[in-house]
């Protein structure tokens, strides 16, 4: 499958082939620019390949109506995107909501995710995303995902920007929930340690082509330069 | 004195009538026209210009304009009315459209992630978080509206601006003041009371 944009030379994503298993986690990693992004873009039809085609659950995203197929796909992005006008519960009730769910069917969903992330209810439900902390808006990102319990679940560096005590907080509870929830989940990072921590499987991406694709005790193995450069970010500390 | 209160009083009412009717107008005009530019850079690009052209045109020529144009045109309130309306239209029409588009990107990714339609992603999540910029536009417009609209008695359409114009023709501050205080007072009142609700719009 290949993406490209029209008065760019070198398409983002080239001649790129890749299955995701159910119930697993692949980790994209890659510096930025990779085309990470761009593959998971592609995945919920915000982007259609320019050649090739993008199975999910055995139909082509274009054969797919884009609408349903998102929200048949969870969605989560650095900085959450939590509309700052709705409550959390709006929030995290908003695909459920767009389904058509009753109300009081919404309001015990909410209650549940909520408790899922690790925020009460009680606490947390009527709060504006202004009035919570960056974990804590990251956690509601993540139960808005969960909202109409879909079967895949794609993460763009959910905690990218977050501080860093937080950010080791967020991505072992979420190595757990992952175990837990038995989704099909799509990873994009670039911090190997979080790669290894959560992937079942991790694929680095350089300039759009897959260079490594590896389960994470075999991946620090590979004889690649790019692999090299990503295993030099473990020993120098926090990578950038 | 007692006529002359009663004759302000009236003239007060002409003016916010006058006021009313165009804002009224220009709203619909404008904010529905800066929904429809954000996804259309040439229609944007020609309203906006249009719409500023109509700001640089001075508010008695731009009167004086309209008096011969059929339908629209002749002496009185209607008259005064278009020219209102037209110099509404570029606040509130810049303003809806740059609420509508200064929206943080990744709420408006989400918002298409999550498998909103563009109509829902329009009403549900740029309208209300683009209202408190809307309404300042909105808030712009009046104020210059209750201003511009004292000139509107200069081709018969009644309001403040009578005793203004007349006051000048007499000489005599008295009169002037009679016309330019009240209508100093709405702007302000106007100005105040929807910043007020604006405010409280913007704290949502």
Not at chain 2, 49 to 67: D, E, K, N, R
Not at chain 2, 117 to 134: E, F, K
């Amino acid at each position: 499958m290949t993406y490209s944009v029209k008065g760019r030379s070198a398409p983002l994503i080239s001649k790129l082939s890749v299955s995701v298993n159910s119930k697993e986690t692949l980790v994209l990693l890659g510096r930025s620019g990779s085309g990470k992004t761009t593959l998971l873009r592609l995945i919920n039809r915000m982007l259609v390949p320019s050649s090739g085609e993008v199975v999910v659950e055995g139909k082509s995203t274009v054969d797919w109506d884009a609408i349903r197929l998102r929200r048949h796909i969870g969605y989560v992005i650095q900085e959450a995107g939590l509309f700052p006008h709705f409550t959390v519960a709006e929030n995290v009730g908003l695909v459920p909501g767009l389904e058509k769910w009753d109300p009081g069917r919404i309001s015990k969903r909410t209650d549940e995710l909520l408790r899922i992330v690790g925020l009460d209810p009680k606490e947390f439900a009527q709060r504006r995303p202004a009035q919570l902390s960056g974990g804590q808006r990251q956690r509601v990102g993540v139960a808005r995902a969960l909202g109409a319990d879909p079967s895949i679940l794609l993460m763009d560096e959910p905690f990218g920007a977050l501080d860093p005590v937080t950010r080791s907080e967020l991505q072992h509870e979420f190595s757990e929930l992952a175990r837990r929830l038995g989704k099909t989940i799509v990873f994009v990072t670039h911090d190997l340690r979080e790669a290894l921590l959560l992937g079942s499987r991790i694929v680095l991406l350089q300039t759009g082509r897959i260079v490594a694709n590896a389960k994470p005790e075999e991946f620090l193995r590979i004889d690649h330069p790019e692999v090299k450069a990503f295993s030099a970010t473990l020993h120098t500390g926090t990578p950038a | 004195m007692v006529t002359h209160r009663s004759e302000i009083w009236s003239a007060t009412l002409d003016h916010v009538g006058l006021v009313l009717i165009a804002m009224s107008i220009a709203i619909v005009i404008a904010v529905p026209l800066g929904m429809f530019i954000v996804q259309r850079p040439a229609l944007r690009t020609f309203s906006l210009g249009v719409a500023s052209v109509f700001q640089t045109i001075p508010s008695l020529a731009l009167f004086g304009f309209l008096i011969p144009i059929p339908f629209i045109g002749g002496i009185g309130p209607r008259t005064a009315i278009v020219a209102l309306v037209l110099y509404a239209l570029l606040p509130i029409l810049r303003n809806t459209y740059v609420g509508l588009t200064s929206i943080d990107p990744a709420v408006l990714e989400a918002a298409e992630a999550m498998g909103m339609t563009n109509t829902q992603i329009l009403i549900r999540v740029r309208l209300p978080l683009a209202l408190g910029i809307i309404l300042a536009g909105i808030r712009t417009a009046t104020v210059i509206t209750i201003g511009v609209a004292t000139i509107a008695a200069a081709i018969g359409a009644g309001g403040l601006g009578t005793f203004i114009f007349r006051g000048v023709a007499m000489v005599s501050d008295a009169v002037i003041l009679a016309g330019a205080i009240p209508a100093a007072l709405l702007a302000i009142v106007a100005d105040l009371s929807l910043a007020l609700i604006e405010h409280r719009l913007r704290a949502l």
